[in-house]
């Protein structure tokens, strides 16, 4: 069935650093990568999205690149800072539905 | 205001209960979604309505049944609830259009014992 492999599922870094983590999808329909920020007691929330047709976007110190052909997509955090730290969540979203992956815990140590 | 709300936040219940928990939006999206969180898991596809007429299934439906009262109203319920649903359990909503950013409620923490 449809999955998404998310990596690493913690992640810690210094304030300053980046932040890489990545997903792989397996259905080859899926034509947009939502990524999510949950903190603690709340929701997932919308941080960045690409779609099929793109191959890299970037705001502010996020961005995300997506290789269609492998059917990898990552996020990548630049100057790291402690707000940052919270689960993190890839999707890919096929016909009807998203499947999430298994989401990334980020901590980052001021 | 919150665009998307639960209720209740917490709950805990006894084995065989039924339980209801509740979703409304203000955000006038036609779909609306449920999801279930475990650690370890990610989010997890309960039931999607995708308008008042409309229900599907999603990958974890047994043991689970919905009801969209109207379109900003999408219940789900435990008809007789067993300890391995102690769960997070999300509502989302999202528009019609192709590319369409999901939001999401605040969660239902559900204990069963």
């Known amino acids: 069935g449809e999955n998404v492999e998310q990596h690493p599922s913690t992640l810690s870094v210094q304030e300053g650093d980046s932040a890489v983590i990545k997903c792989t999808y397996s259905?080859?329909?899926?034509?947009?990568f939502p990524w999510y920020k949950q903190e603690l007691g709340k929701g997932p929330q919308l941080i960045i999205d690409?779609?099929?047709?793109?191959g890299e976007k970037k705001d502010q110190r996020i961005a995300v690149t997506l290789n269609k052909t492998a059917k990898h997509f990552s996020l990548h955090i630049t100057e790291t800072q402690p707000e940052d730290s919270a689960v993190y969540f890839c999707?890919?979203?096929?016909?009807?539905?998203?499947?999430f992956g298994t989401g990334t815990r980020l901590k980052v140590l001021a | 205001d919150a665009d998307v709300t639960q209720t209740p936040r917490n709950r805990i219940t006894k084995t065989g209960k039924r339980i209801m928990l509740e979703c409304s939006q203000t955000?006038?999206?036609?779909?609306m979604y449920w999801y279930r969180q475990d650690p370890g898991l990610g989010l997890r596809l309960i039931y999607y309505?995708?308008?008042?007429?409309?229900?599907n299934k999603g990958e974890i439906s047994d043991g689970y049944s919905v009801s969209r009262q109207a379109q900003a109203k999408f219940s789900l319920s435990l008809e007789s609830a067993i300890p391995n649903q102690t769960a997070l359990y999300f509502c989302?909503?999202?528009?019609?259009?192709?590319?369409?950013?999901?939001?999401f409620g605040p969660g239902t923490r559900l204990t069963v014992l």
């Open positions: 999707a890919a979203r096929g016909t009807y539905k998203y499947i």
């Open positions: 309505s995708f308008d008042v007429k409309d229900i």
């Open positions: 989302a909503t999202s528009d019609w259009t192709a590319w369409n950013e999901q939001f």
């Open positions: 690409i779609r099929s047709n793109v």
């Open positions: 259905d080859s329909a899926s034509n947009y």
């Open positions: 955000k006038g999206h036609d779909r």
